[in-house]
């Protein structure tokens, strides 16, 4: 018996050594493999954490800019083309037109920007500076601005009218300290007289960092780049996302029903959907080629216009709608098309008044989540032309326009660096925001249908 | 104006037809004892589809062919010898016409011809909308007509509805085919137009990368290899996958195994929000913060990295793809039975080890499947590298040197004015279609994998 035993115990003992001096190590192993979930966990949050932070801490200071308060003289001395005309004097609406058009001809070649210059100096009575430095130190629109001021009200001819004109990108830079506020004169952008007087202005509250509403209300400006905003870009965005919505959700919807509830099970349903999931996986610059080459070479419909990119995200969102839809659809039990099939509704009947109405959530969170990819691509837009600069709101889908990424694209492009890295970071901040509330929406939305549901 | 007529005549069509089939469904059913066989709705949907299908046929097909009908119409209206110039000349000669009849006028006096032909056009004009108009409400009366002789109680009004409806639902179903057919032949036809001029062994195995530009060209078409922008893709694939893979795997093993439930719900929402950040900002991210971040790490230690490079560019799109990586991986490892999971540990495996050597295994298909799918991402992604890669198409091994990619090439190719008919433009179909080749096999290749995968343990 002990023969028979001792050595099997021995092994034992043996096997329960040499697990013992196995178990530190692959106690070790344990931990260390535990780490490594750890770190690259801390790796993810991590970088959606430098991601957040470099955006928005280049992004918001943008949205406070620097604005110069002043008093602006509407001095009849410089302003030519006297008085506004009346349509009283004029025996036929043309006449008054073409009076109208005289005037403002005349008074569009006054001398603004002596007004601009007289305002500012009014500021700082004792400060030397030549008036091409001094004119800098606001943006190149400024004399736009009071123009467009007299044109709405020529009343204030003559009268002193306090005005906020913005400054210009460079000494918003300068203010800012976005460029190094140590380089040597020939380094900086603007004259040493007027970083001077910017630093002056600013510390006597003429100049102050203003909302910066023009952001949301101006288009994109290459000539006042302080100016620059995102209402074009965003106009075209809005188009596009009509057309979305228009095309890819009926459609979308459509096949969707046809293929779950409907298709007979062959080989025509069978491509269909390889197809359809071959689609959401083709890169989306190659819809650009097919958008460039069928709707524009072929078609001939106009380039850069937002109903092109429209169409050619719709075909992008089509496959995302299309796969999210006969997910919610087989998910409908199928007891709810027996018992409507069973009281004697027909098949559709029973698809459109039953089955359909149960997957508004998910198709709901689709749509937006379709919505929201097309929102942010940029690629395919490139190419049918979208890039082009556009300096006014477009009126219809038709017209010349950008969207909110493609601005994004030209403006971190711009030559000017020091400005422009931050305002394409606003606009950015205002991209992901716009996505925020979309999935916001969605969730609301879908919360209250499920509850009604 | 058009539009606008157009529109009121499909409106009063609609709302008419409609109202006839159902107040005429509805009185043969009132006060006496017969029954329809549908409801007086059906009905009127039924007139409303008769009336109006045709008109919108007659409409679209004059969409259709109206240009060509406008132009051999002025062509016949002008000189013979017109018609025998080059054709962009006659298309010339063709708007002329038309720009005289609009009345905005031409640049030079017009000719007595011309002017005859524009006069000419402009009642073409208005009458053939008039006639297409007429034609639109004669067909939708007719079709009206027609379908309120048939209204009858024994009409089967539903099913000819529901036989409709069906028709639209697959009509909706086979845009999705159209895409595709059109996403092939418009790459086919534009990429063997590209190689009338190149030829493909040229493109395919040429090692340089140099087209030039169409006007500084005196007749060189310039060289177009594809080989280093295959290379840039691919380089900056594999960083991406070197970046994305360990990270997006392990995040997925350790919030799936070992997370508590809470931490889980916290944790895996907020990678997700990397998937929905649009590929621009992601771009604008590598030029501006981790590009100079690596060529200052690079100075550091005393390699020289340059701030845009293929290095740049793969970190940020493997972060771009950690959390694809992740939640699909996720997927996954819940397919695998949890009775494996239970044995191994049982056995006395501590957790890591089953994982490592029952799970991951088990699951090997899958996460192939799913890198697969990532690389797919990888190889088309486009604004990242358009922004990091630093635009640099020669061949080189060096990953912390400019590169290109075959997407960028293509942005480079076809954005700024395409005239579709130099080698120049035309190399971008080439392009994209040697990169629809490449993502459609990947994602064959990935999607059957995975369903092989899924097949195993249902």
Redesign the interface.
């Given at each position: 018996m002990t023969d028979t035993v001792l050595p099997g115990a021995s092994a034992g003992a043996q096997n329960r050594d040499q697990v013992r001096k196995s178990l530190t190590r692959?106690?070790r192993?344990?931990a260390?493999?535990?780490w490594?979930?750890?770190?690259?966990?801390a790796?993810?949050?991590g970088?959606?954490a430098?991601?957040f932070g470099?955006?928005l801490s280049?992004g918001l200071p943008s949205f406070w800019q620097s604005t110069v308060h002043v008093e602006a003289y509407f001095d009849p001395e410089l302003i030519e083309g006297g008085p506004r005309p009346e349509l009283a004097d004029f025996p036929s609406q043309a006449d008054y037109q073409e009076a109208v058009n005289k005037w403002q001809r005349a008074v569009t070649l006054s001398n603004w920007n002596r007004i601009v210059e007289t305002a500012l100096r009014a500021e700082a009575p004792d400060f030397e500076i030549e008036s091409r430095d001094l004119l800098e130190l606001v943006n190149s629109a400024a004399r736009f601005q009071l123009r467009d001021m007299y044109f709405a009200n020529s009343d204030v001819l003559g009268q002193t009218v306090p005005v906020s004109i913005l400054a210009s990108a460079n000494t918003d830079n300068w203010l800012k300290g976005t460029i190094n506020r140590d380089a040597p004169d020939d380094r900086q952008q603007l004259a040493a007289t007027t970083r001077a007087l910017a630093d002056q202005f600013e510390a006597n509250g003429t100049i102050s960092f203003d909302f910066a509403w023009h952001i949301f209300t101006n288009v994109d400006s290459r000539s006042a780049p302080a100016t620059a905003g995102l209402a074009g870009a965003f106009m075209g965005s809005l188009y596009m996302m009509i057309v979305v919505i228009v095309l890819a959700v009926?459609?979308g919807v459509?096949?969707a029903?046809?293929?779950e509830e409907?298709?007979p099970k062959n080989r025509l349903t069978d491509?269909?959907e390889v197809?359809?999931?071959?689609?959401a996986?083709?890169?989306?610059?190659?819809?650009?080629?097919?958008g460039?080459?069928?709707f524009i070479?072929?078609l001939g419909l106009p380039r850069s216009a937002p109903l092109v990119g429209g169409l050619v995200l719709t075909?992008m969102t089509?496959?995302t709608i299309?796969i999210a839809t006969r997910a919610a659809l087989r998910a409908v039990p199928p007891s709810l098309r027996q018992a409507a099939l069973g009281l004697g509704a027909?098949?559709?009947q029973t698809v459109f008044h039953h089955v359909l109405p149960m997957t508004y959530p998910g198709v709901l969170t689709a749509t937006i989540i379709g919505v929201?990819q097309a929102?942010?691509?940029?690629?395919p837009l490139?190419?049918i032309?979208m890039?082009a600069f556009i300096a006014n709101i477009p009126a219809g889908p038709l017209d010349s326009a950008t969207a909110l990424?493609v601005q994004?694209?030209l403006w971190?492009g711009n030559e000017n660096r020091n400005f422009f890295?931050a305002r394409?970071?606003a606009a950015?901040i205002v991209?992901?925001g716009l996505?925020l509330l979309l999935?916001a929406i969605a969730i609301f939305l879908r919360s209250r249908l499920e509850k009604r549901a | 104006m058009n539009a606008l007529v157009i529109a009121a005549l499909l409106l009063v069509l609609l709302t008419v037809s409609y109202q006839v089939g159902w107040s005429r469904s509805r009185k043969l059913a009132d006060g006496k004892d017969t029954r329809l066989h549908s409801r007086p709705i059906y009905h009127g949907v039924l007139a409303a589809l008769f009336a109006v299908l045709p008109a919108i046929v007659i409409l679209g097909l004059w969409a259709l062919f109206s240009q060509s009908v406008t132009n051999s119409f002025i062509l016949a209206q002008l000189p013979a010898e017109v018609a025998q110039q080059q054709p962009f000349e006659v298309q010339a000669a063709i708007s002329r016409v038309q720009a005289i009849a609009s009345g905005y006028g031409v640049i030079g006096e017009p000719t007595p011809a011309e002017a005859a032909a524009a006069s000419a056009y402009a009642s073409f004009q208005q009458l053939s909308f008039l006639g297409v108009i007429a034609a639109a409400a004669a067909l939708g009366a007719g079709g009206l007509f027609w379908a309120q002789r048939r209204i009858a109680p024994r009409l089967r009004a539903?099913?000819e509805v529901?036989v409709f409806?069906?028709l639209?639902?697959?009509a909706?179903?086979?845009?999705?085919?159209l895409?595709?057919l059109?996403?092939v032949l418009?790459?086919l036809?534009?990429a063997l137009r590209f190689f009338s001029f190149i030829n493909p062994l040229d493109f395919f195995f040429g090692t340089t990368w140099n087209p030039r530009f169409q006007s500084t060209g005196s007749g060189s078409a310039g060289e177009y290899g594809l080989l280093p922008l295959l290379w840039g893709t691919v380089m900056i694939s594999i960083i991406a996958m070197l970046v994305a893979v360990?990270?997006?795997?392990?995040?997925a093993?350790?919030?799936s195994q070992?997370a508590h439930e809470r931490v889980r719900g916290v944790?895996k929402p907020?990678?997700e929000?990397?998937a929905?950040?649009?590929?621009?900002?992601?771009?604008?991210?590598a030029?501006?913060?981790v590009g100079p971040f690596l060529s200052g790490l690079g100075d550091l230690v005393g390699i020289d990295i340059r701030a845009t490079s293929a290095l740049t560019a793969g970190i940020v799109m493997g972060?771009m793809i950690?959390?694809f990586i992740?939640s699909l991986s996720d997927d996954i490892l819940g397919q695998v039975p949890r009775a494996m999971r239970d044995g191994s540990l049982g056995l006395g495996a501590?957790?890591?080890?089953t994982?490592?050597k029952v799970l991951l295994p088990a699951a090997l298909p899958g996460v192939v499947g799913a890198v697969l799918?990532a690389v797919?991402?990888a190889?088309?992604?486009?604004?990242i590298v358009?922004?990091a890669a630093g635009n640099s198409p020669v061949l080189r091994a060096n990953p912390a040197e400019p590169t290109s990619t075959v997407?960028v090439s293509?942005?480079n190719q076809?954005?700024g004015d395409?005239d579709?008919t130099s080698p120049q433009s035309l190399v971008?179909?080439a392009l994209?279609l040697t990169?629809?080749a490449m993502?459609?096999l990947l994602?064959?290749l990935a999607?059957y994998i995975v369903r092989k995968f899924r097949e195993q343990y249902e």
């Open positions: 692959r106690h192993n344990e260390l493999f535990r490594a979930g750890i770190l690259s966990i790796a993810a949050l970088f959606v430098i991601l470099m955006i280049k009926p459609i459509a096949s029903v046809y293929l409907f298709a491509l269909i197809n359809i999931n071959n689609l996986a083709v890169p989306s610059i190659v819809f650009g080629l097919l460039a080459a069928v070479n072929y075909l089509l496959p299309i027909s098949h559709n929201a929102l942010g691509e940029t690629a490139l190419l032309g890039s990424p994004i694209y971190q890295e394409t970071s950015i991209l992901l996505m999935n | 539903r099913s529901e409806v069906r639209a639902l697959i909706c179903s086979t845009v999705a085919i895409t595709t059109g996403i418009s790459l036809s534009d360990p990270i997006g795997l392990m995040s093993i350790y919030l070992y944790v907020i990678i929000i990397l929905g950040i649009p590929t621009i900002v992601y771009g604008f991210f030029l501006v913060t972060i950690i959390p992740s501590t957790q890591s080890e994982i490592r799918l797919s991402r190889i088309g992604e486009t604004m358009v922004l997407t293509i942005v076809l954005t395409a579709f971008a179909f994209g990169l629809f993502t459609l994602n064959v999607l």
